[in-house]
T-cell receptor, first 110, second 116 residues
Framework: DAKTTQPNSMESNEEEPVHLPCNHS???????IHWYRQLPSQGPEYVIH???SNVNNRMASLAIAEDRKSSTLILHRATLRDAAVYYC???????????FGKGITLSVRP | DAGVTQSPTHLIKTRGQQVTLRCSPK?????VSWYQQALGQGPQFIFQ???????QRGNFPDRFSGHQYPNYSSELNVNALLLGDSALYLC???????????????FGPGTRLTVT
């Protein structure tokens, strides 16, 4: 499985933007980049996904490097509810299981 | 829509016993995946069911088995429980990847299994 690398943790202030990085230097051409997050005491929830182009949805934006070896999840205005573990995951159609790493723990200061 | 439901919420078993965990997928979903999450770790993929067959399997021993019913609900069975099987067991439902490349998986709240 293609691997992703994320920092262990990040801190942010409430109502400020947050940029969560992910490196995936061994990504293949058919790998989709997915982000999930897990709030305390809950199951993971889907955040966003992309293949080559940057993507926006109501929760976040995903910026994908031109060579696709890295990506950044952007939360435009962090709230206390955004404090969670964020997972960057690569998925292909042939192997569509979600392989979670340790993720990045985001703390949001009021 | 109730989303993904799992039962029971908590379970305590003794080493060597067998356990069955249950999952009902979100309405409209036909693919069910199971994950094991140890404390402080990310979820680990156990297996995935689609059309009542196991389609993919993670690195788990044969003591872990499953089943999917015609209504898409699923069971996870674990035999000969070990202390190390203590974890949160998560069920996720989705459409299969070939039908929806967003592959958005909806997770249930999990079953907390404690083996003593």
């Amino acid at each position: 499985d293609a691997k992703t690398t994320q920092p262990n943790s990040m801190e942010s202030n409430e109502e400020e933007p947050v940029h969560l990085p992910c490196n995936h230097s061994t990504i293949s051409g058919t790998d989709y980049i997915h982000w999930y997050r897990q709030l305390p005491s809950q199951g993971p929830e889907y955040v966003i996904h992309g293949l080559t182009s940057n993507v926006n949805n109501r929760m976040a934006s995903l910026a994908i490097a031109e060579d696709r070896k890295s990506s950044t999840l952007i939360l435009h205005r962090a709230t206390l509810r955004d404090a969670a573990v964020y997972y960057c995951i690569l998925i292909t159609g042939a192997n569509s299981k979600l392989t979670f790493g340790k993720g990045i723990t985001l703390s949001v200061r009021p | 829509d109730a989303g993904v439901t799992q039962s029971p919420t908590h379970l305590i078993k003794t080493r060597g016993q067998q356990v069955t965990l249950r999952c009902s997928p979100k309405s409209g979903h036909d693919t069910v995946s199971w994950y094991q999450q140890a404390l402080g770790q990310g979820p680990q993929f156990i297996f995935q069911y689609y059309e009542e067959e196991e389609r993919q399997r993670g690195n788990f021993p044969d003591r872990f088995s499953g089943h999917q019913y015609p209504n898409y609900s699923s069971e996870l069975n674990v035999n000969a429980l070990l202390l190390g099987d203590s974890a949160l067991y998560l069920c996720a439902s989705s459409l299969p990847f070939f039908r929806d490349s967003s592959y958005e998986q909806y997770f249930g709240p999990g079953t907390r299994l404690t083996v003593t």
